[in-house]
């Protein structure tokens, strides 16, 4: 299976293989049609603050593919990863697609420790939220709850964290958030190229921690 054109509108999967990579291939290609995370009709607020929003976003089944990658620590945001055909165990395929997802994305990481060491600053955070659209304001509070552990900056452990419970847990005040800036069309769903492009954007705005 190819993944190809990641964060256009092109965005598309090649089959190849086995039927579970059909079925994925499925997911991402039909997600127009296929059901979304969430109810999308209930009101949300961003840490009983500020108001963002007046109704739930949800996302396409092709951007729940991505945040099950993001979930486990997986980078979408290259513009080619390719399963070799015939490999069916799903432990051999994520570490194939890590590997070549590490290997096409500016991601900072550590070689010595084999560990992802980007952090997001404050103002970081800011300047990708609000090439978005979002307010100022919206991007102070998102970066209080990305940072969980309070070291006062976003690792890249808590932004993919995060990217992933989009999926797991979409209803939380940070995935709606999170999802309220991927909506760019502003039509309630998060298609596959939204959730590319902040994903992207976000893992741009990483800095390297590493003295090395």
Do not use: C, W
């Amino acid at each position: 299976m190819t993944i190809s054109n990641v964060g256009s509108d092109n965005t598309h999967f090649t089959q190849a293989g086995t039927t579970g990579q059909q079925e994925i291939a499925a997911a991402a290609t039909n997600s127009s049609s296929a059901p979304n995370s969430g109810s999308g009709d209930s009101a949300t607020t961003t840490n009983g603050d500020v108001t963002e929003a007046s109704s739930t976003v949800t996302l396409s089944a092709g951007a729940q593919v991505i945040a099950g990658l993001n979930a486990q620590g997986i980078s979408f945001a290259v513009s080619s990863l390719s399963i070799p055909v015939g490999m069916t165990d799903s432990a051999e395929i994520a570490k194939t697609v890590a590997e070549q997802a590490r290997q096409n994305s500016t991601r900072p990481f550590d070689e010595t420790s084999h560990k992802y060491v980007g952090a997001i600053s404050q103002s970081g955070l800011e300047t990708a939220v609000e090439n978005f659209g979002g307010s100022h304001s919206s991007a102070n509070i998102l970066f209080t709850d990305l940072d969980t552990n309070g070291d006062g900056s976003v690792s890249d452990s808590e932004l993919y964290t995060a990217l992933g419970n989009t999926k797991s847990d979409p209803s939380s005040a940070t995935s709606q958030a999170l999802m309220h800036l991927m909506d760019t069309n502003d039509d309630g769903s998060v298609n596959m190229t939204e959730f590319a492009n902040v994903e992207v954007a976000l893992t741009n705005a990483e800095k390297s921690t590493s003295g090395n």
